[in-house]
């Protein structure tokens, strides 16, 4: 292998190791180094069930939150005015 291909290599590492070290960086704090709450706001002392609901779908069938118990449920609001 000559002596060119060996840079290359080391280039290519540096290059990989700037590139981590700039996402590292971006990233800012992990999630539990997060600023504490505002005053007069408190986190829930435990989480709560969802409460019930139902709900048309586009389809024209009803979406319970019963049919939805053990799976994780992402809420989605979105609107267009």
Same mark, same amino acid.
């Given at each position: 292998?000559?002596?060119?291909?060996?840079?290359?290599?080391?280039?290519?590492?540096r290059?990989? *190791?700037?590139?981590?070290?700039?996402? &590292?960086?971006?990233?800012?704090?992990l999630? &539990?180094?997060?600023?504490? *709450?505002?005053?007069? *706001?408190?986190?829930?002392?435990?989480?709560?069930?969802?409460?019930?609901?139902? *709900?048309?779908?586009? &389809?024209?069938?009803?979406?319970?939150?019963?049919?939805?118990?053990?799976?994780?449920?992402?809420?989605?609001?979105?609107?267009?005015?």
């Amino acid at each position: 292998m000559s002596n060119h291909a060996g840079r290359g290599q080391r280039g290519r590492r540096r290059l990989m *190791l700037g590139l981590v070290a700039v996402a &590292a960086a971006w990233h800012g704090p992990l999630p &539990a180094a997060q600023a504490p *709450l505002p005053p007069g *706001l408190a986190a829930p002392a435990k989480p709560s069930p969802m409460p019930a609901f139902d *709900l048309p779908t586009t &389809a024209g069938a009803t979406l319970r939150s019963a049919a939805l118990r053990g799976q994780v449920v992402v809420i989605r609001f979105w609107a267009s005015w």
